[in-house]
Each structure stands twice: as structure tokens, then as C-alpha cells.
């Protein structure tokens, strides 16, 4: 089972393998949580507030920085590699 997830997401919601199963961790963002995904993940969790801190371009640029990083960071590609060699 690979899971993209950060640690933060990982230890919130741990999963339940079944028996037999091998967890292989590819964390997506590692070491990236002062980057625009980390950002995103706020403005999701508490849209009023993040309507409050950033302006629509604000929030729209926001949302397309996190999804450049998410595909092209060091800690992506190194994530996905793996996933897809593995």
C-alpha cells in the first residue's frame, strides 16, 4: 500500500493494513510544510479565515503554486518514483 500522505496526515489518520499487506510511505510533500500545499491545506480547513487573510487572486494563485509543487518538488518526484517503480 504506498500512501502519499504528509506524517501529519499519516498520524491523524492512521491506516489499517490488512494482514499481509506492506505499507510503503511516498510522502508527497516532505519537508515542504512552509510551501503553498502546506498554505492550501489551511485555506481548506478554515475557509472563512483564509477569505479574511487572502484576496481572491491571493487564493486562486495560491491553489495553482500548490499544485506545481505537488507535482514538481524534489520530495514529489522522489515520492512518485518510487510509487511507480516500486
Given at each position: 500500500m504506498f500512501d502519499l500522505r504528509t506524517r501529519a496526515?499519516?498520524?491523524?489518520?492512521?491506516?489499517?493494513?490488512?494482514?499481509?499487506?506492506?505499507?510503503?510511505v511516498c510522502d508527497?510533500?516532505?519537508g515542504s510544510m512552509n510551501a503553498a500545499p502546506a498554505q492550501m491545506l489551511e485555506v481548506v480547513r478554515n475557509p472563512a479565515r483564509a477569505?479574511?487573510?487572502?484576496?481572491h487572486g491571493q487564493a486562486v494563485e495560491l491553489f495553482h503554486d500548490?499544485?506545481?509543487?505537488?507535482v514538481?518538488?524534489?520530495s514529489a518526484?522522489?515520492?512518485?518514483?518510487?510509487?511507480?517503480?516500486d
Open positions: 496526515e499519516r498520524d491523524a489518520a492512521p491506516d489499517r493494513l490488512p494482514e499481509g499487506a506492506t505499507g510503503v508527497v510533500l516532505a477569505a479574511d487573510a487572502l484576496g500548490a499544485y506545481r509543487h505537488i514538481s518538488s524534489t518526484l522522489e515520492a512518485y518514483r518510487r510509487f511507480f517503480t
